[in-house]
């Protein structure tokens, strides 16, 4: 199983393109998530079995960033 980045566009389009080069090149999947998915399980938007989509996604994470969610 080849690895997958769940990938939330950030923005700046050039720098979302030039870090979606680099993963293709190193066969890796890319997984765009859009804003109404941000609340789902990893599972869930790897589409992975047994793993359900939320009706209604959690709010309680939205805006908030982890310390590895810096720059590349």
């Not at 080069?21 to 190193?26: F, I, N």
């Amino acid at each position: 199983m080849r690895e997958t980045v769940l990938y939330y566009e950030p923005g700046d389009k050039a720098r979302a393109e030039a870090l979606k080069g680099v993963l293709v090149r190193l066969g890796v999947r890319i997984k765009n998530v859009g804003a109404g998915e941000t609340g789902q399980t990893v599972g869930f938007l790897l589409g992975r079995k047994g793993f359900e989509g939320r009706a209604e996604p959690e709010k309680s994470g939205a805006g908030r960033t982890s310390a590895r969610s810096g720059r590349i």
